[in-house]
DNA sequence: CAAACCTTTGCACACGGTTGCAAGAGCGGG
DNA sequence: CCCGCTCTTGCAACCGTGTGCAAAGGTTTG
């Protein structure tokens, strides 16, 4: 490894011919500069191309300005989104994002936090997997705050958003049933995250409540390809089903592929679907798939600032809606 | 903001009954502890919940562990992708990626690198917009690696990829022609990117090889929306061309998606479509895209392994090739 | 048994900033 | 002219860690 020379607030200092606290004060917002010293220790920055160290500077005010995201399959559509839309909040709020792959395993979770310990970050956003208690429990003692997205979990210290799940997938439901749906089938992924299941479970009490009978098929993780097996295995059954609700988007997509290019079945008159998380592909006139919006600017927005929010001992949460955007998949709407 | 009291290597030291010293070692891979110093060490950090302070440890190693990622509309597939296996990548060599995002405008990539001077990154990775020259001589001189992915311009000190896209575009216009395509098109975002440039040169230089003409329009930016503006453009001509060459895959999905809803050719019957990039949609039934891969993988391993290797004054270039991946939208094949 | 050697350990300084404190400068009012 | 006030500035201590150096202790060798 090559040697790194940054130039330091001492050269500065002697550049401009000031001690080294005139530097950092210049640099830092508030303190108590004159405009002359000020010009000098500017100038000669700008010439030695000196920029403050935040590792030192976050040793001392014992703020580092990290804040870790901790996500698995990344490139996912709907995470990218999220990640975009909390980075760009955290910019704004002067905070920088560090981004750590759990892809490895669900104990790669718990690894992730304690490098976010280790690097003392401000705060910690998990979007993806659920840390063990021993861990948050530490996070939260060492003053850093946790934000815990879609995990349904409950963590003491932490905010937790989450969407009403149940509901969309009681409207779900009523949608299918307006557009004169006789049978009903949710396709889920075997992964079985609370958030994922709760919209299932919504679905089926849906079912109950009219007195409908609802087919549950649970296969892979919320791919595409998933999508493609569930609709095989959907629409072989005896009686085909006629409506179905997909856990999220990229599986519905699969879905819909599969029934129109490899069981001939037009979308919406055969069948019904509605997905969820709307991401852009929903959008292409391929799919034009109804689902469920994710609120995800607003909750990056709402995370982001909870970050500078006192802090609370107990946890918080924070229950959104997610909107229905109709499009071309359900008949009617 | 509340205080933070993460545990440090001093109490760890009066706890075990050692010195501070010793806690250090004991974590410092190589460094000389008896066993049973060690044992007690790290009994007591098991205890209290310690974990070496990253940023101090930076502080004194001039050595951060950190990579800065900047890009810019970082959810689009083939950015996600590329930053997940990097982060992959990083993590295999005990490296931390910071995510930047330059959203903004094209200076934010300026003060992108500046953030990374701050937070004295290792190094830093550049997938999207072009640095001031003299930034990354800033960069070099301090010692910090620089990467740059697809940005084709030359810069001192750094570390340039990119693919044979003028190679790769010949081979699609060859593959157009064998299809038996008359009359060929390149459809291209306006943001005159240089990579992107290159593989329109390479499409109209093949064109002039073989004696025939090209018809190239360009919109927007390289996005879905932008192939569905310029599939209606092109289609509308007055020779309608029957072979279109994408820039990029997103694009294309536009394209065809427009082709075949609005202007109800068949693909690849009546149109012939090649994109760039393969992402995850272009394999999906609806498209069956035929496109070029770009080598996400091993781009990013070597980005990442270049990071580790002796620094060398001028710059390195990388050349890559892109393989044709064929599905079908091309006839023939 | 002494000398030579190796291992282990603590001290003290360094890294690059921030900040409380006190001293100095400048200035107006009485 | 002197007192008191405000603004600015340098000194020095501190943040949490790594590491060269020397001393101490133990072990091997002759």
């Given amino acids: 490894m090559s040697q790194k020379i940054f130039v330091s607030a001492k050269e500065v200092a002697e550049r401009a011919g000031v001690s080294r606290s005139a530097v950092s004060r210049t640099f830092t917002p508030g303190a108590s500069v004159s405009k002359e010293t000020r010009r000098r220790v500017m100038e000669a920055a700008e010439a030695l191309g000196y920029h403050v160290n935040h590792l030192a500077r976050g040793l001392m005010r014992n703020e580092s300005g990290i804040v870790c995201l901790i996500v698995s399959e990344m490139d996912t559509p709907y995470r990218a989104t999220l990640i975009r839309a909390i980075s760009r909040h955290l910019q704004n709020a002067s905070k920088i994002a560090m981004l750590i792959n759990t892809d490895r395993s669900d104990a790669s979770v718990d690894e992730a936090l304690k490098l976010a310990i280790s690097y003392r970050a401000d705060a910690s956003i998990v979007l993806s997997g659920m840390p063990d208690k021993s861990i948050t429990d530490l996070c939260?003692?060492?003053?850093?705050?946790?934000?815990?997205?879609?995990?349904?979990?409950?963590?003491?210290?932490?905010?937790?958003?989450?969407?009403?799940?149940?509901?969309?997938?009681?409207?779900?439901?009523?949608?299918?049933?307006?557009?004169?749906?006789?049978?009903?089938?949710?396709?889920?992924?075997?992964?079985?995250?609370?958030?994922?299941?709760?919209?299932?479970?919504?679905?089926?009490?849906?079912?109950?409540?009219?007195?409908?009978?609802?087919?549950?098929?649970?296969?892979?993780?919320?791919?595409?390809?998933?999508?493609?097996?569930?609709?095989?295995?959907?629409?072989?059954?005896?009686?085909?089903?006629?409506?179905?609700?997909?856990?999220?988007?990229?599986?519905?997509?699969?879905?819909?592929?599969?029934?129109?290019?490899?069981?001939?079945?037009?979308?919406?008159?055969?069948?019904?679907?509605?997905?969820?998380?709307?991401?852009?592909?929903?959008?292409?006139?391929?799919?034009?798939?109804?689902?469920?919006?994710?609120?995800?600017?607003?909750?990056?927005?709402?995370?982001?600032?909870?970050?500078?929010?006192?802090?609370?001992?107990?946890?918080?949460?924070?229950?959104?809606?997610?909107?229905?955007?109709?499009?071309?998949?359900?008949?009617?709407?």
Same sequence: chains 1, 2.
């Fill in 140 to 333: 939260v003692k060492s003053g850093q705050r946790l934000v815990l997205i879609n995990r349904d979990e409950e963590r003491a210290g932490a905010l937790m958003i989450n969407l009403r799940d149940q509901e969309a997938a009681r409207r779900a439901f009523i949608a299918f049933q307006r557009a004169g749906c006789r049978s009903f089938a949710f396709a889920n992924s075997d992964v079985g995250t609370p958030s994922l299941m709760a919209r299932e479970e919504g679905f089926c009490a849906a079912g109950r409540e009219f007195g409908v009978d609802v087919t549950v098929e649970r296969f892979g993780p919320t791919r595409y390809q998933s999508g493609v097996v569930l609709a095989q295995r959907l629409l072989t059954r005896e009686v085909r089903p006629d409506a179905i609700f997909c856990v999220n988007d990229l599986l519905a997509c699969g879905v819909m592929d599969t029934a129109r290019h490899q069981f001939r079945l037009a979308v919406p008159d055969d069948l019904c679907v509605v997905g969820f998380d709307d991401i852009e592909q929903s959008s292409w006139s391929s799919y034009q798939l109804t689902t469920f919006a994710q609120p995800v600017d607003r909750i990056a927005e709402e995370a982001v600032s909870w970050l500078s929010q006192p802090m609370t001992d107990d946890g918080q949460f924070c229950r959104m809606t997610a909107d229905l955007v109709w499009r071309k998949s359900v008949r009617g709407g």
